[in-house]
């Protein structure tokens, strides 16, 4: 026995200090309950609030429109305009209006000269124009005025902001080769990238019929 004893003592001692250390820690440094909670059995540090917490603008409704009767009798037509826009805090749309085609980050006022000398808000068959034709520009304006959403928040309250509204028009009813499928692509962006797109012709469910 005396020699058992013998053996363990070295063990039972380095156990006993174990216990005196972590006493002696808990007293020093004592775990404050509001500092952790538990998950999946593991005690975890409380995540702080969040400083400046942005939610992004959450599209709900963008309304379908139609081609004007005065493009419907032209051959078929492909055309783009880019809009601003404000998307303000009291969930209306404001301050729409056509917006030069340049690169996210550059300023307004470089499009028209140096690299973005022949840059404007309109192309019709990929090429740059000065307008859309038959009203196809106040087309987007009114559509995208009507737009609803939810504005972006900022620590929870709604906030205004500025976004970008690409239309694309693409009418080909009056080719012979083509039946349902002319579209209207809105594109909707802000600085983190898009928001929502999607046709919204109103004859979009009729089906594309090439021949």
Not at 69 to 78: G, M, N
Not at 158 to 173: A, I, R
Request: proline share 7%.
């Amino acid at each position: 026995m005396t020699h058992i004893l013998r053996r363990a003592l070295p063990f039972i001692l380095a156990f006993l200090f174990g216990v005196m250390i972590t006493a002696v820690i808990g007293r020093i440094l004592p775990v404050h309950p509001h500092h952790l909670f538990d998950h999946g059995g593991h005690r975890c540090k409380r995540k702080p609030p969040t400083a400046n917490d942005i939610g992004r603008i959450t599209i709900e409704s963008v309304p379908n429109a139609d081609f004007p009767e005065a493009i419907k009798k032209r051959q078929p037509t492909y055309g783009r305009v880019k809009l601003i826009a404000v998307f303000d805090a009291d969930g209306s749309v404001k301050s729409v209006r056509p917006y030069p085609m340049i690169p996210f980050g550059v300023s307004e006022s470089a499009a028209g000269v140096g690299e973005f000398a022949g840059v404007t808000p309109f192309m019709i068959d990929g090429e740059f124009v000065n307008s859309l034709p038959d009203n196809l520009t106040e087309l987007a304006i009114q559509q995208v005025s009507r737009i609803g959403y939810k504005p972006k928040t900022l620590n929870g309250q709604p906030v205004s902001q500025t976004v970008f509204v690409l239309t694309d028009y693409g009418y080909s009813e009056s080719s012979r080769f083509a039946s349902g499928c002319s579209r209207i692509d809105v594109t909707i962006m802000d600085d983190t990238g898009i928001l929502w797109e999607g046709n919204t012709w109103v004859s979009q469910d009729v089906g594309c019929v090439l021949i």
